[in-house]
Structure formats: structure tokens, C-alpha cells
């Protein structure tokens, strides 16, 4: 297997509502990243885990709360977020360390109404 | 702050031309460099990864080349095909993550 797979692919939310975004690989990664994608923008940088504990999180509202429940999963936990936070959100993953390259997974389509 | 540049921004081509993407970096202390495809509305396909210790890596149609010292990576895309309409992304790999540059729309004419 050698796939990252995002569920949903689309999702439309309240501003009240709480949702959460899937993130499954198993190709044996210990590293995992949630990225930013607007449109026509490149990808930004949200979080990274790495052996299942968040090592980087670039600032990132509250609102979006990240959890790696083990080292196949890794969720983003969506709350009272804002219209402006629709994007595409990008799974990726990789092997430990700053050496190897990035699996990106097909993206959940964000909409916030 | 490490910043990703990519020229031109949107190129147009008639099938079966030769063409060079440009990706440029300001900080050379990049661990590698990858290159993504990008169709409308998907998610990004790593076409090649080349280790800041090499020099360029080749994929069927497809070479990319990196100047470390220079801050440099072209994208060299041979006997380009309409399949090959996507956006395409340079990303440098830091510390603190991969850092993208915007990409380049490329469109490729029958």
C-alpha cells in the first residue's frame, strides 16, 4: 500500500458545527503533516507529528485541533471555525527525518457556511 | 525565512514541445528537493525527490536538476503531452517542514 488516504473528500459545516478530518497510511511512516491549501495558493505548513507526538504546530487557531491516535491515523478535529477557513486540507506523510520525500494524500474540500 | 519561487507563473505550450520549469530558493540549507503535480482541485503527486547531495533525477519523460549553491532547480519536461496540463510544484524540505512555492500552471495544447 502505498497511499495516504483523506476521508471525507468534501465536507460543508456550520460555523457551530464540530467535525473531523481522516488521515489514513500504511506504509510504514512515522511522520505525518496537515497542510493549508487555498485556492490558488500553494500548500502552508499547519502541523507535524512525529512517532505520534505533535512536534510542530505553526500557529494554527485553536479551532483546529490535531490528534494522532496512533502511527496509521491522524486526525484533524474541526470547531467553530470561521468561512475563511475553507481550503483544501492535505494529509501527507513520510518517513522519519528530513531526508525523504512526502505522500500526499487526495485532500478533504473544506466549505464553512 | 526560507521563500520558494517559481517562473513563470503560467506557461502555455503546443504539444509535443520541450519545456523548462524554474523553482528557486533563498536559503540552500535544504535538506532535498520535490517536485509535485497538481490537478484542479486534487491533491499533489510527487514526480521526483531529489537529496540536497545530488544533482538531478530523471522519470520516464521528466528531469530535474539541483544547484544547491546557486538556489536552483529546473523541472525539464520532454515531448510535452496534454496529459501533462497540471500545476507544478517545487517544495524544499526544512527543519520545520516542506515549504512550497505557488507553481506553475502549464497547459499543454493538442
Known amino acids: 500500500d502505498t497511499e495516504v488516504t483523506q476521508t471525507p473528500k468534501h465536507l460543508v459545516m456550520g460555523m457551530t458545527n464540530k467535525k473531523s478530518l481522516k488521515c489514513e497510511q500504511h506504509?510504514?511512516?512515522?511522520?505525518m503533516y496537515w497542510y493549508k491549501q487555498k485556492a490558488k495558493k500553494p500548500p502552508e505548513l499547519m502541523f507535524v507529528?512525529?512517532?505520534?507526538?505533535?512536534?510542530i504546530n505553526e500557529s494554527v487557531p485553536s479551532r483546529f485541533s490535531p490528534e494522532c491516535p496512533n502511527s496509521s491515523l491522524l486526525n484533524l478535529h474541526l470547531h467553530a471555525l470561521q468561512p475563511e477557513d475553507s481550503a483544501l486540507y492535505l494529509c501527507?506523510?513520510?518517513?522519519?527525518?528530513?531526508?525523504?520525500?512526502?505522500?500526499f494524500g487526495s485532500g478533504t474540500r473544506l466549505t464553512v457556511v | 525565512k526560507q521563500e520558494v519561487t517559481q517562473i513563470p507563473a503560467a506557461l502555455s505550450v503546443p504539444e509535443g514541445e520541450n519545456l523548462v520549469l524554474n523553482c528557486s530558493f533563498t536559503?540552500?540549507?535544504?535538506?532535498?528537493l520535490q517536485w509535485f503535480r497538481q490537478d484542479p482541485g486534487k491533491g499533489l503527486t510527487s514526480l521526483l525527490l531529489?537529496?540536497?547531495?545530488?544533482r538531478e533525477q530523471t522519470s520516464g519523460r521528466l528531469n530535474a536538476s539541483l544547484d544547491k549553491s546557486s538556489g536552483r532547480s529546473t523541472l525539464y519536461i520532454a515531448a510535452s503531452q496534454p496529459g501533462d496540463s497540471a500545476t507544478y510544484l517545487c517544495?524544499?524540505?526544512?527543519?520545520?517542514?516542506?515549504?512550497f512555492g505557488a507553481g506553475t500552471r502549464l497547459t499543454v495544447k493538442p
Open positions: 536559503d540552500s540549507a535544504i535538506y532535498n
Open positions: 517544495a524544499v524540505s526544512l527543519i520545520r517542514g516542506m515549504r
Open positions: 501527507a506523510s513520510s518517513q522519519a527525518g528530513f531526508r525523504n520525500g512526502y505522500t
Open positions: 531529489i537529496q540536497s547531495s545530488q
Open positions: 507529528y512525529s512517532y505520534e507526538k505533535l512536534s
Open positions: 506504509m510504514g511512516h512515522r511522520a
